[in-house]
């Protein structure tokens, strides 16, 4: 049985003790139904399948964060004693190549018999820990369940239980995903510090050359790379720009239109067309900017007598651009119909026009939310990789020419840990550095969004 196997048949039992749960209450209710209990029957039915899922789920996450080691270490201890006494590093191989048998991706055709023996090993005793933990955690949920149908009665409080098990799971997940956060956090800052250990932070903040090659042997070509980010920073910087500067005015002006403007069979037919440019893959912008849009600028630059790259930050730009406007006009439309109508009234009748309105009391009013919806504008321009792959490039060019080739910290850092690579090298560790200055650039638009949302925000009954 599979761990994915398990899981459905331990929802399928909450399914059922569910149904056996709510059978119950209503049977102990005697003739009185519904009245004569305390909380409705769902809620007694709801108790029993939680207390069937929640015992079995702890079970089985338990099990799968200590199976692995356990079988490991079952495996090991029966490896020849040359074998388990080699380094961890070694060892770690031989463990890895264990799991390949196991898993079926054999490299070589010719397997050592030692290796087979293990790979045999280890699928029995996983084999053996599966078998146990169906048998434990089918148990426990049975047991639980049955558990709680014999304790309902008409005065348990069943309500008042499923609430604070389903407060608790909340809780839980809130703390997982801020936990998951932190995480992140410290784990990318951990590997930044290990990079400026190695390069000096004033280098890689304000050096003026990118390019993070580092050779094996000190008399090669690059051997000393370059980790000066400003290139990088201001290529993200660029194209970002541009794309904000296509998506904010269109976005903005749809928005206004659509809500202030147009007819209800105008708008119920126009906005879901918009918003179908969000749900369209970034790798078809990819090729949209790379096989039509820079071809036309270049082309068009060409017919000017200007020397204009195949691939360049305008072209990038615009399309990112066209790609992030449903975020901003989507956005903006809800913001701008959820401001009362009182206050369009009330303009009006003060003799104020349309435009007016428009300006004066249904912009400031809708700004908090406008200023949300560009800033989620800003972070997916920021965020952005594979448009910039396709129509911008991978060279880190220090330019403010938007028709030359640049990069983004994005593409930089897909660039950096693609494939195989060694993390004690400069080059692997200078992606968590870009990484690190990214979440920093980003934490910073989330303050400067705040405190303007705080300063224009009013208050309205």
Same mark, same amino acid.
């Given at each position: 049985m599979t761990p994915i196997t398990l899981l459905i048949i331990v929802l399928i039992l909450s399914s059922v003790f569910y149904f056996v749960g709510r059978k119950r209450a209503f049977a102990v209710a005697g003739g009185k139904g519904a009245r004569g209990l305390h909380s409705l029957p769902t809620y007694y039915g709801a108790l029993t399948a939680l207390w069937c899922a929640i015992p079995a789920l702890l079970v089985f996450c338990l099990w799968q964060m200590f199976e692995t080691a356990i079988v490991t270490n079952l495996v090991i201890r029966d490896l020849p004693d040359q074998i388990r006494m080699l380094p961890p590093e070694r060892l770690g191989l031989v463990i890895n190549d264990i799991r390949n048998l196991v898993s079926g991706n054999i490299v070589s055709g010719e397997i050592d018999p030692v290796m087979q023996m293990a790979a045999d090993r280890y699928r029995n005793v996983q084999a053996i820990s599966m078998a146990a933990l169906t048998v434990i955690a089918l148990a426990l949920a049975v047991l639980a369940a049955l558990f709680v149908r014999q304790k309902i009665n008409p005065g348990m409080r069943a309500r008042n239980h499923v609430e604070t098990v389903v407060k608790i799971i909340l809780i &839980?997940?809130? /703390?997982?995903?801020?936990? +998951? /956060?932190?995480? *992140? !956090? &410290?784990s990318v800052l951990y590997e930044s510090i290990r990079f400026f250990k190695i390069i000096p932070l004033t280098d890689f903040l304000f050096g003026l050359e990118w390019s993070p090659q580092m050779a094996i042997r000190a008399d090669q070509v690059g051997s000393s790379g370059a980790f000066g980010a400003i290139p990088v920073f201001l290529g993200t910087a660029m194209i970002s720009v541009i794309a904000l500067t296509v998506a904010v005015p269109i976005g903005l002006m749809s928005a206004i239109y659509l809500s202030e403007y147009a007819g209800k069979k105008f708008r119920d037919a126009a906005k879901p067309l918009m918003e179908i440019l969000a749900g369209i893959p970034t790798v078809v912008y990819g090729f949209f900017a790379a096989l039509t849009v820079a071809p036309f600028i270049r082309n068009s630059g060409g017919m000017l007598g200007m020397d204009i790259s195949s691939e360049s930050a305008l072209a990038a730009g615009l399309v990112m651009g066209i790609m992030i406007i449903p975020f901003v006009s989507s956005l903006s439309d809800d913001v701008i119909n959820a401001v009362p109508q009182a206050l369009r009234d009330g303009a009006y009748g003060l003799g104020a026009t349309r435009s007016e309105t428009i300006r004066h009391v249904v912009i400031p009013a809708a700004l908090p939310g406008i200023v949300g919806g560009i800033l989620l504008a800003a972070s997916r321009a920021i965020g952005e990789t594979m448009i910039v792959v396709m129509a911008a490039g991978l060279s880190a060019n220090l330019t403010a020419n938007p028709?030359? /080739? !640049? +990069? #983004?910290? #994005?593409?930089? *850092?897909?660039? &950096?840990l693609v494939g195989d690579q060694e993390f004690d090298s400069p080059k692997t560790l200078a992606a968590f550095a870009l990484g690190l200055v990214l979440f920093v650039i980003t934490l910073c638009l989330n303050v400067i969004a705040l405190h303007v949302v705080r300063k224009y925000r009013e208050q309205y009954e």
């Open positions: &839980l997940c809130s /703390t997982i995903a801020v936990f +998951t /956060t932190v995480g *992140i !956090v &410290l028709l030359e /080739t !640049v +990069t #983004t910290v #994005t593409v930089q *850092i897909v660039t &950096l």
